[in-house]
């Protein structure tokens, strides 16, 4: 089991903003992302910066952690200028780049260049379009495609990521099509549990929803006689009825159910005061540097 952490983007980096990616090496955690978005939910009216360049700057302040989006969406991204990005970014960082990408939602950054909002069918067909076609332009020299959502032309991308063959995919999904994507292109499997749980469900309901999601993960597998035990399977935090950061033995527990069902590696936000992502630190820093030792 992995222990890591979301920092997300709101801080000025010289008034705070280094400082918190700092610390998360410090406390241990295996990888630290950030969000992809343009802004997001409720701090949509406060300060939100890019995620390339802040983890740019995170790589250039952090020695060993891993870094992260989590998650990247074609929202706004386009595969050829995206591939760009992350190969200098890979290698700034000495080849610790995780690209975590999904589908995105409707709502907050989803129209931001004027487009009309695209369904959950619109969002699943660019999402396959887009992952294998990032796939080939993260590890061949030059790549021409035409597609109905993404084209390149003589995309040239050397000397490719620093990691080889490319930097891992950590896909997000939940339903067949993305499950797929995850199975045929994916390092790591990403999900932050059944949405319609958050509110009223119960921790044990969750903890059977997400059984049958990481079920699901592995018949994906199966289809192209890929081992499901081969990929990273990764829980993003806050957002399932538990409550894992109320204690040191409240986390522990949360971790053992969930890596009983399979889990690799469980993502906690970073406390921010006054948010949804409000938390204690002593406890928070308890977890990060206590709890593994506990799970072991």
């Known amino acids: 089991m992995r222990l890591s952490t979301v920092v997300l983007p709101v801080d000025r980096w010289h008034e705070g903003g280094r400082a918190k990616w700092q610390r998360a090496e410090d406390l241990g955690f295996h990888a630290a992302y950030t969000y992809d978005h343009l802004s997001w939910r409720s701090f949509r009216d406060g300060p939100w910066f890019g995620a390339i360049p802040t983890l740019t700057a995170a790589a250039t302040a952090t020695q060993s952690m891993r870094l992260g989006t989590l998650v990247t969406s074609p929202n706004f991204r386009h595969p050829v200028t995206l591939a760009k990005e992350l190969i200098a970014l890979d290698d700034i960082s000495g080849g610790r780049i995780t690209l975590g990408i999904g589908a995105g939602g409707n709502g907050f950054d989803a129209t931001a260049l004027g487009q009309d909002a695209w369904t959950p069918k619109e969002r699943a067909d660019r ?3 887009f992952v294998p076609l990032l796939d080939r332009l993260l590890t061949e020299d ?3 495609a035409r597609g109905t959502f993404y084209s390149a032309e003589e995309a040239r991308n050397v000397p490719g990521c620093a ?4 930097l891992p995919f950590a896909v997000a999904a939940t339903g067949p099509r993305g499950l797929r994507l995850a199975a045929k292109h994916g390092q790591a499997w990403v999900t932050t549990g059944d949405p319609k749980l958050f509110e009223e469900g119960t921790p044990a ?10 079920t699901k993960l592995g018949a994906a597998c ?3 006689g890929r081992d ?8 993003l935090t806050g957002f399932t009825p538990d409550r894992p950061l109320d204690s040191l033995d409240a986390f522990v527990d949360f971790a ?3 890596y009983g069902l399979g889990f690799t590696e469980i993502v906690l936000h970073l406390p921010i005061a006054d948010s949804v992502f409000a938390a204690d630190e002593t406890v928070f820093e308890k977890i990060a540097t206590e709890a593994l030792d506990q799970l072991r």
Not at 205 to 214: I, T
């Open 256 to 258: 053992g159910t969930h």
């Open 142 to 144: 030059a790549v021409t």
């Open 222 to 224: 199966a289809e192209i």
């Open 127 to 129: 999402l396959a379009e």
């Open 163 to 166: 990691q080889r063959p490319r």
């Open 205 to 214: 309901q969750s903890a059977e929803a997400l059984r049958g999601q990481v």
């Open 228 to 235: 499901v035990g081969s990929l990273e399977k990764i829980l």
